[in-house]
Structures are given as C-alpha cells and as structure tokens.
C-alpha cells in the first residue's frame, strides 16, 4: 500500500571518502525504487562528514509533507553511534515535531535477516554446494 | 549439503569496545547454528583492534581441516578495508597454502539481498501498512 506521507531516512556515519557516501546515495535510490510506495520518500543523512545531516534528512522529509518518518541506522553493530548519537539527534526533531512519528528501527546489524543475507553471500561466492 | 572441509570466516573490523566485539562473536555463533551443515566451520576475526587477526583466523580453518575457506566481510561500504586491506591480508595465506582455495565474498552493504533486508527491517518498525 503506498503511503506518500510516510518517509524513511537512511542513516549511514559518513565518510571522508566521497565514493562511500555516494555508495550510501545509489543504494538508497535502489531502496526508493524497491520501496514499492510503501514509503513515499525515501532518502538519506548522515552522522557526520557528510550532508544531510541527520536533523536535517528529518527536517527536509517532514517538509517534503511526511506524517511518519522511519530513521533506519545503517551501522552493524550497537556501539555509541546507534545507542546513543542518533537517538540524541532524532529526539528534538521528536520534540519540534509532535504531530509526526518519528520511530528509529533496528540497525542492520540486529536486522532479522542478517543471517540469511551472510549465507547467501557466503553461498554466492559459489562454496556452497547442493 | 555438509562439508567439514569448508570453512566461513566473518571478517569485521574490531572494536576498542569490547561489546562490539563480543557482538560479532555471537553473530558467528548464530551463524554456525544456522550453517546447516554447509560449512563444517564458521569462525570469526578482525581487521584491527581484536582477536583473532584475519591471518590468524585463516591459519586457524586450515588447522581445523579446511580445504576452501570463504572470507566474509562485514562491511557496508567499499571502503579502503575492504578493496585493499582485507585482500592484502589474505594473499600471502593464499601463497602460504596453494592447495586451499581461499576467496573473498561480497562485503554486507554489496550484498544482493540488501535492499529487502532493509526494507524489511524498515517495515518492522510497525510504519509499513497492508
């Protein structure tokens, strides 16, 4: 079902290296492509070294007229960024914004299929045999 | 289909934290449990800042009886680690042990099954409606 005024935000850390930060830009419009209208937008910020930030991917969404915005940390693991940095961050948008959910989902570390993506790569690499 | 003879290893980066560290070794535990058979071993090792080093980690599979051992990188991105030192730190094993295949794998964020393991995890957050 599509739903224009739902938007996700990827969130990635940033990189000096401006080839990582648009690796993080081409799979997020492979996501906009595959979201299928179940997001109306999807884009992405970041952490740090790299623009939008994450305060401002929230803003620039809810301006662009999103009533629920999903913040999706790209991190693999739960160390201080994800416990602690973007909640931070996430939290006075929450309060600037009280009419809009804002929800940050679990991180891809923690993703239920984290499992199944690492041994169908490991799979792919033509090792595994039937 | 089982085979004692290969072997994963999960290669992340490591951690001053040692929660995120420990993070990885039970990821590889949940792996190995769910492996099926498909790798008589998975194991994990590190780039940097924890045990084993990615050397180690493959002396170690071969020691355990591995004839093919893929090295799987937990990346998202295609950083410097992954095109250079993760290569770099394999090639010489290769050269050590010629009868051992040894390959690297897809790094996470090249993954195929990316985009559904973040649209799903998106969806899990309770904002995609059916």
Redesign the interface.
Known sequence: ?S?KN?S?L?V?HG?R?A??NE??RQ?TD??AD??DG??GRVSCAFLELAEPSIPDGIELAIQAGAT?V?V?P???????HVAEDIPELVAPKQSEHPTV?I????Y??A????????????????????
């Open positions: 079902m739903d739902k996700l990827l990635a990189s290296r080839s990582s690796e993080i799979l492979r996501l595959s979201a179940a997001f629920e999903v999706l790209y991190f693999l693991s739960a160390g201080r959910e929800r940050i989902s679990t891809v570390g993703a239920e299929g984290i499992i199944e993506l690492l041994l169908s790569t490991a799979a792919e690499s033509g090792v595994i045999e039937s």
